[in-house]
């Protein structure tokens, strides 16, 4: 019953980072103000999560402080590029976009912390690209679909660079100290751009944000944590690969948005290419 559990919670939490993507389009404000506002509920949240389990807020040294300060800013820069490619685009190729992940962390990932590159990862990383392309009717810049598709590109930069610097700092700290800092920051650093131009808040837009952060964010990111507990890091890779599934799905469901069939084509190639990755690295970690 315990596996059972585990796969039901990492499930849900995977749907839940996948509904995220939605809120692009239910909220009316700008990607920064989304973000801080994200951050803000969701590291509130990590925080009290963090003292019922009696682990520390705050990093050991300067060192790590500095370094989770970087993770914040990257993490502010995942986030907004994120929810802006599904504003100037559609939900799916936002989130087809941006898991392109794997192809950027398959090169960056050797050269960061000096390893061997496997020429696997970086063949179906290659696949992964050639997904992307597909996607993209024509190569104009002043077409929606190549602005999102080159928005979720940066935003799935830099979750890879997010990803390598995640792997050196849960060394050390837990992943929910870890994401409670990144939060923390990305809202330090988004906080005097946002005021540049206050957004106008309504109860509505309060209560989106309120379940963005607190539902899918820090609750998502609880479930998905727990549920590691579980079951193996092979089995955990390759429901992560499910979040664009996910998206599509509840884009439909709840947006009526429908993918062009050669934005399917070029996601099943991504998705058959990160899921292939996923378990490549999953089973180097058993």
Same mark, same amino acid.
């Given at each position: #019953?315990?596996?059972?559990?585990? %796969?039901?919670?990492? &499930?849900?939490?995977?749907?839940? +980072?996948?509904?995220?993507?939605?809120?692009?389009?239910? %909220? =009316? $404000?700008?990607?920064?103000?989304?973000?801080?506002?994200?951050?803000?509920?969701?590291?509130?949240? %990590?925080?009290?999560?963090?003292?019922?389990?009696?682990?520390?807020?705050?990093? /050991?040294?300067?060192?790590?402080?500095?370094?989770?300060?970087? #993770?914040?800013?990257?993490?502010?820069? &995942? !986030?907004?590029? +994120?929810?802006?490619?599904?504003?100037?685009?559609?939900?799916?190729?936002?989130?087809?976009?941006?898991? =392109?992940?794997?192809?950027?962390?398959?090169?960056?990932?050797?050269? !960061?912390?000096?390893? /061997?590159?496997?020429?696997?990862?970086?063949?179906?990383?290659?696949?992964?690209?050639?997904?992307?392309? $597909?996607?993209?009717? /024509?190569?104009? #810049?002043?077409?929606?679909?190549?602005?999102?598709?080159?928005?979720?590109?940066?935003?799935?930069?830099? +979750?890879?660079?997010? =990803?390598?610097?995640?792997?050196? #700092? =849960?060394?050390?700290?837990?992943?929910?100290?870890?994401?409670?800092?990144?939060? +923390?920051?990305?809202?330090?650093?988004?906080?005097?751009?946002?005021?540049?131009?206050?957004?106008?808040?309504?109860?509505?837009?309060?209560?989106?944000?309120?379940? %963005?952060?607190?539902?899918?964010?820090?609750?998502? &990111?609880?479930?998905?944590?727990?549920? $590691?507990?579980?079951?193996?890091?092979?089995?955990?890779?390759?429901?992560?690969?499910?979040?664009?599934?996910?998206?599509?799905?509840?884009?439909?469901?709840?947006?009526?948005?429908?993918?062009?069939?050669?934005?399917? $084509?070029?996601?099943?190639?991504?998705?058959?290419?990160?899921?292939?990755?996923?378990?490549?690295?999953?089973?180097?970690?058993?």
């Amino acid at each position: #019953m315990k596996r059972e559990k585990a %796969l039901a919670e990492v &499930h849900l939490a995977v749907l839940l +980072f996948g509904l995220a993507g939605l809120f692009g389009k239910w %909220l =009316t $404000l700008s990607p920064p103000a989304i973000v801080l506002g994200r951050v803000v509920l969701a590291s509130l949240t %990590l925080a009290v999560v963090l003292g019922f389990s009696r682990q520390k807020l705050w990093p /050991r040294n300067s060192k790590d402080l500095a370094l989770f300060a970087l #993770m914040g800013l990257v993490l502010a820069v &995942h !986030w907004v590029t +994120f929810f802006k490619s599904i504003q100037v685009s559609t939900v799916a190729v936002g989130l087809l976009a941006y898991s =392109t992940f794997p192809f950027f962390t398959a090169f960056l990932e050797p050269l !960061w912390l000096r390893e /061997r590159f496997d020429n696997r990862s970086v063949l179906l990383s290659l696949v992964c690209l050639a997904g992307v392309f $597909l996607i993209i009717p /024509r190569l104009e #810049m002043s077409n929606a679909v190549m602005k999102g598709v080159l928005w979720g590109l940066l935003s799935g930069l830099s +979750f890879s660079v997010l =990803t390598i610097l995640n792997r050196i #700092m =849960t060394r050390t700290y837990s992943s929910l100290q870890t994401a409670f800092q990144q939060d +923390f920051f990305a809202g330090i650093f988004l906080w005097p751009l946002v005021l540049c131009s206050p957004p106008a808040l309504s109860a509505g837009d309060v209560g989106l944000l309120a379940v %963005l952060g607190i539902v899918c964010t820090a609750g998502a &990111h609880t479930l998905f944590i727990d549920g $590691l507990k579980g079951i193996g890091a092979r089995a955990a890779s390759l429901i992560s690969a499910l979040e664009p599934v996910y998206g599509v799905i509840l884009a439909f469901a709840f947006l009526r948005e429908v993918p062009a069939p050669q934005t399917l $084509l070029g996601g099943a190639l991504i998705l058959a290419a990160v899921a292939a990755v996923s378990l490549r690295k999953a089973g180097s970690l058993r």
